[in-house]
């Protein structure tokens, strides 16, 4: 079981609701994905549209937790506005904590980003950061009273993969009882397990599954390859060696 | 009298948030509020007073990632 806060949950993917080619390719998608938290956002309602409405009555539908996102905010004093507003509205005091620092990266702004974990824990938020692998940085999230920390795999929407490894493991050793969640820059289901196998708790995507050519069964893929990279952990992968090992043994070979 | 809603002015006869959301055509829906940048609970949209020039932001739920 995954455990974030005060919570449990069987399924280790997390699925973003945004950028599918409709919203009942969305729900069928998240559907798939067996995802049982799903992340939303908030945006400006005209008072003749109401957007909002729909998609909310449809979220609830799922019966998934719903985890508000900041996304967009570049400021400490943005992201801590955002986040009362999604409290009220969602009806939740879980947060995925996003302050962007850089445009074309979308890369957080991890000074914004510890100011608001600090504030937004005292206001009794249960806040998961969008971060970066940088272990100091993360040593401050958790110092502010952060339980969950969600390093990133590459920019947003970057579809990249794992683009530091070796920052990702080392995160994942520093931190061993730390629920780590891989959130962002997924393109592949290979990568998903990649990052399960090393250990991660969970992985958070949207992009891979909305903008695949068959979205449902992208999630299917994607639920597929985070169960198989966390049995794979658990199971214990063997180290990988210089030389070649023959497995077929050698003992009893004829000699021909 | 104007007021900045979501970036846009727009006229509205009110003087408090409530009275604002209700002139501009949201009574009903299911929005959270900010006032020149600070979150405006639902419980005290009806005792915080809104000004001439004053920007609002009025949002619901949306996709997200």
């Keep these: 079981m995954l455990r974030l ?14 950028l599918y080619p409709s919203p009942a390719v969305m729900a069928d998608a998240v559907r ?51 986040a009362e507003m999604a409290r009220e509205l969602f009806d939740t005091d879980w947060l995925k904590l996003e302050v962007i620092g850089e445009a074309d990266t979308l890369q957080p702004d991890v000074f914004g980003l510890v100011e608001a974990a600090l504030e937004l824990n005292a206001r009794g938020f249960k806040v998961l950061p969008y971060t970066t692998e940088d272990l100091v940085v993360a040593e401050r999230l958790l110092e502010a009273g952060c339980k969950v920390l969600m390093p990133w795999g590459a920019p947003i929407g970057s579809g990249q993969g794992l683009n530091n490894r070796f920052g990702l493991a080392a995160m994942r050793a520093h931190f061993p009882e730390v629920p780590l969640i ?9 990568h998903a397990a990649s990052a399960m196998e090393m250990g991660y708790d969970a992985v958070l995507l949207n992009t891979a599954v909305a903008k695949a050519g068959d979205p449902v069964a992208m999630a299917r893929a994607f639920k597929q390859a985070v169960d198989a990279g966390r049995t794979a952990y658990i199971a214990g992968i063997m180290p990988p060696r210089d030389m070649a090992a023959p497995s077929t043994p050698v003992f009893g070979k004829a000699a021909l | 009298m104007i007021l900045v809603v979501n970036g846009e002015p727009q006229e509205a006869e009110a003087d408090t948030m409530a009275a604002a959301l209700e002139a501009l055509g949201y009574e009903d829906a ?10 405006v609970p639902k419980r005290k ?13 009025i949002l619901a739920p949306r996709q997200g990632g």
């Design chain 1, 5 to 18: 806060y005060d919570a449990s949950f069987s399924s280790r993917l997390l699925l973003g609701t945004s």
């Design chain 1, 32 to 82: 798939a994905s067996e995802a049982e938290i799903v992340t939303v956002s908030l945006r400006r309602e005209s008072a003749r549209g109401r957007e909002g409405d729909a998609f909310w009555r449809l979220v609830r539908d799922f019966g998934a937790r719903v985890l508000p996102n900041t996304a967009g905010c570049h400021s400490a004093r943005e992201a801590i506005t955002t």
């Design chain 1, 182 to 190: 891989l959130d962002a820059g997924i393109g592949a289901p290979s």
């Design chain 2, 30 to 39: 299911s929005v959270a509020t900010a006032l020149n940048g600070d979150f």
């Design chain 2, 45 to 57: 949209r009806a005792e915080t007073a809104v000004k001439e020039g004053d920007r609002l932001e």
